[in-house]
Structure formats: C-alpha cells, structure tokens
C-alpha cells in the first residue's frame, strides 16, 4: 500500500516510516521546510512541504494515498477531521496515533494503582478530555466507509528510526542530570509508567495496518517502570548522584503537559488486543537501553 504519513520527520512517525518501507510499503510524508523535505527524499520517502495549515494538500495527499498514518500529533482536531472528510466511503485506512496519558493519574509522584486495558473505562484529567474525544471521532468515522483504528501507545523509548531520535519523555531527563550535575525524579518518584521500545511500536503499526479490524483501538506497551527506578539508571549510567525534585520544580522546568502530566503521573496499561492481534514485543527493556547511557 502507498501511505501517507503525517509526522515523517518526527519520532514515531520516521520510525513507523521506515518499518513501513522496509516491509515493501511506499510512504510519502510531509516537512515543514525544503530542507527538510530532501531529507526525507534521501531516506526514500516521497516528500511534499506542508503544514498543519495547508489542509487542501493534506487531503490531496490523503486521497492519492491507500492508507493514512497520523503520527503528527493526537490533538489536532481540524487536520483529523480534514482528514476524514477526504477518506469518507473510500474504504482507505487511517490510523491515528494517541497517547496514554489519556489514562494518567495527576499524582505528583505517588504511585496509584488503576490499570487499563482496551476495556476498562477511563476517567480522564480534563487536560485529555479533548484527545479522548478526538480518538472516538477517529474510532466512529469507521461508519462512513474508512478503516479507521487508533494506536495509543506510552512512553517510548530507544533511538528513532528516522530523521528525529529522541522520544519525549526520557531524553529531557537525561539532559538534565547533565545540565545539573544530578538526575532527579519528581516527588517520590514512585509513579508508574508503561513503556514501549520505538521498534516495537513500529511492528505494532504495520501489524494494525495489515491485519486490524476496522474500527478498534490499540494500547502499546512492554511492561512499566517507576521514575524513580528509571532516573536511577540515569545517575547510573552518568555516574552522578540521584535525587528527588518537588512538583511545581518540575512543572517549571518542563511545564505543565510534561513536568506534571508526564513525569509525575501514572499511566499504566496493558496492550491485550494488540497481543491478541499476533504482536511481539521483543526489543531490550528501558532499564537495558538506559545502561547503555554515555
């Protein structure tokens, strides 16, 4: 199939790229900037510079496409819904990418103990309110004629595949304990996060776009580590002393989104249907990559 991916040159996006190449599939993708678009060009990627503004030729892109991957973002409401509107009754795949912070806990860095899976309902932060709804837009659109799934996957770590290599949530920790000398996890550092390999998560997107029944969501995940544990490894690896930092430190570090809905929030789940779906997970542990840390 020929798929178009938002978010090419992004994280999961480059990297769910090239799994999709690798697997014989061609994949045109968009760039904000020329510069960016020969970059793509030289990874084999067929590329057109467009924003999340640029709606008409994202539609355009759309319907030339057979399937459409939104790794950009899963909180653009008028670029999904432009979207849409240009799959509606082609029968074409679209499949949406989440994230699992539309099952976090503002907990401050205390352990909490719910765990979700494809069944169990969710009780948002109303910071996710609006994605949740996003993802039932995607979900319903199954009934106007498009194969629509959705893939939320949680944190994500490992070297991207693509032009970006940096996933969102480690790699600003990590920096800090250079910056400062000392890595440091937010409040008790006991909350729990699932994670997920990028490699992994990779296969799980090509799995969903070969196999997936229409209309179903998808959490991502191999297992889940406390922050605590996590920025251990850190110190470990660096060789620098650990410690804790309070809340509203982290929020003004990393901001709201980040510092409080990320990194001192719980959100654990467990993938049953991507499982269920044939996927294997089998990349190294976070705690595995993170020993590698130079």
């Not at 892109?61 to 991957?69: G, M, N, R």
């Not at 976090?104 to 969710?122: F, M």
């Not at 509203?248 to 654990?268: D, I, Y």
């Amino acid at each position: 199939m020929k798929v178009f991916v938002l978010g090419a040159t992004g994280y999961i996006g480059g990297s769910v790229a090239a799994r999709l190449m690798a697997a014989g599939h061609p994949v045109v993708g968009t760039a904000r900037n020329q510069d960016k678009a020969r970059e793509l060009e030289a990874r084999g990627i067929q590329a057109t510079v467009a924003s999340f503004d640029d709606l008409d030729a994202l539609a355009r892109l759309a319907k030339e496409a057979d399937a459409v991957i939104n790794a950009a973002s899963a909180d653009e409401r008028k670029v999904v819904e432009a979207l849409l509107a240009a799959l509606k009754g082609s029968g074409k795949h679209f499949i949406h990418t989440s994230g699992s912070s539309i099952v976090a806990t503002d907990a401050g860095g205390e352990l909490t103990a719910g765990v979700h899976d494809e069944d169990t309902p969710i009780e948002p932060v109303p910071e996710k309110v609006a994605r949740i709804s996003l993802d039932r837009t995607v979900l319903d659109a199954a009934k106007d004629g498009i194969h629509t799934n959705v893939i939320c996957p949680c944190l994500i770590y490992g070297k991207g595949l693509g032009l970006n290599p940096d996933s969102v949530q480690l790699p600003p920790l990590i920096q800090y304990a250079r910056e400062t000398g000392t890595a440091r996890y937010i409040g008790k550092g006991e909350n729990v996060w699932s994670n997920v390999h990028i490699e992994d998560l990779a296969d799980l997107y090509l799995l969903v776009l070969e196999r997936a029944p229409a209309g179903t969501f998808f959490f991502a995940e191999n297992g889940e580590a406390n922050f605590r544990d996590v920025v251990t490894a850190i110190g470990k690896s660096l060789h620098l002393p650990v410690a804790s930092m309070p809340l509203q430190e982290g929020e003004k570090r990393w901001g709201v989104e980040l510092g409080r809905l990320a990194l001192a929030s719980n959100s654990r789940i467990r993938a049953k249907r991507a499982r269920a779906l044939g996927w294997k997970p089998h990349r190294p542990s976070v705690f595995d990559v993170l020993a590698e840390l130079k």
